[in-house]
């Protein structure tokens, strides 16, 4: 009897791991190409479809390549775009953020042309636009000025409404931006146009090869006086609640890796629908290591993803939207 129980207790870990389909049966997590949300990078131009060297597989697309990149998506059941603008000068106002027919404004009238139920996220933050590089405007002592920053963040955000955008994702992490840009949509007839708020956005190294991508490297300081220190996750949940309150429809925690117990906190916290951004160190990290046979891609790849879904993300921000999607695909197939 002894040695019966002692062996049944041996094997109830494993009876259900013996084959792929009981360990199909028995998954918690499954990942789906409809939850993934895959950045553009967007630059003046025509015919322009630059590499970025620090994101291999990542380019910078002028408007008329965007085509076949969104047939390449539907294809792939990849149905939402993060849109990022680069413009062909930059002022310390960041006018081509907010200009009706702006690059980003561009992109977004020629995806919805292409593919109308395609899910156009933009992106909304000056950095790209201005020439110091900051995500606001400045006062004379270079400090980043709140206020004034969240009229011209409002206008980005009707801007991009204007040309058909789905989602309005601000990133700029000044205060009040999400219920001034929730009035400021509203007040232009987008009462429907949804906000994804990056909430619990961390001052992070992570965000290195972005920008290079975006060329929006502030150009003195850093961005430690309006992003949040990496060592806190208590005040993760007070910008949650923040956004939450000026009606934020999505909320986000980025970079996602190191910041698991962040998600799993917030995933805690609220019942609304919780991106995770994973950024674009955590992709260079991963294509440096998988060019030197160092990981298995594929295997690492779906193994963060499917991490960061545990941890409790729904909607998964990520450079590897298409590879991930094409090997979910294939091993369904
Ligand atoms: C700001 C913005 C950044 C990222 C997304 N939006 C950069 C920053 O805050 O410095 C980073 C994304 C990534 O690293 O992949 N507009």
């Given at each position: ?38 950045p ?49 000068s ?22 919805k ?50 040309a ?15 219920g001034a ?11 429907s ?30 961005r ?17 609640a923040a ?8 909320v986000m925690?980025?970079?996602?890796l ?19 951004y ?6 260079a ?41 094409r ?6 197939a």
């Open positions: 009897m002894v040695v019966a129980t002692r062996l049944a207790l041996f094997t109830r870990t494993r009876r259900t791991r013996r084959t792929e389909a009981l360990r199909a049966l028995v998954r918690e997590t499954r990942l789906d190409p409809s939850q993934f949300v895959y553009l990078f967007i630059t003046h131009g025509q015919g322009i479809r630059h590499e970025i060297s620090s994101m291999p597989g990542q380019y910078q697309l002028s408007v008329d390549m965007l085509a076949p990149e969104v047939a390449e998506l539907r294809d792939l059941g990849v149905r939402a775009v993060l849109l990022f603008g680069l413009p062909a930059k002022d310390a106002e960041g006018t081509e953020a907010y200009a009706p027919d702006g690059i980003v404004q561009q992109a977004v009238r020629e995806l042309r292409v593919d109308p139920s395609l899910v156009v996220i933009v992106d909304v933050c000056l950095c790209e636009y201005t020439d110091h590089g900051h995500c606001g405007l400045l006062t004379p002592g270079g400090e980043v000025d709140n206020d004034p920053s969240l009229d011209l963040l409002s206008r980005m955000a009707v801007t991009c409404a204007e058909g955008a789905d989602v309005i994702a601000p990133s700029d992490m000044m205060d009040g931006r999400v840009i929730r009035e400021a949509l509203d007040d232009a007839g987008f009462s146009t949804p906000i994804m708020a990056y909430s619990a956005k961390y001052a992070s190294g992570f965000y290195g090869p972005f920008r290079d991508a975006a060329d929006s490297t502030p150009q003195f300081g850093d430690r006086g309006y992003q949040m220190d990496p060592a806190n996750a208590r005040e993760a949940r007070r910008e949650v956004d939450i309150e000026e009606s934020a429809d999505i925690v980025k970079p996602a190191a910041y698991l117990d962040v998600i799993r906190d917030v995933r805690e916290q609220t019942d609304l629908p919780l991106a995770a994973n950024v674009s160190g955590e992709y990290m991963v294509k440096a290591a998988a060019a030197n046979n160092w990981i298995e891609e594929r295997r690492i790849v779906l193994e963060i993803l499917t991490a960061i879904a545990r941890a409790g993300a729904s909607i998964i921000i990520t450079y590897h939207a298409k590879d991930a999607a090997w979910i695909l294939e091993d369904r």
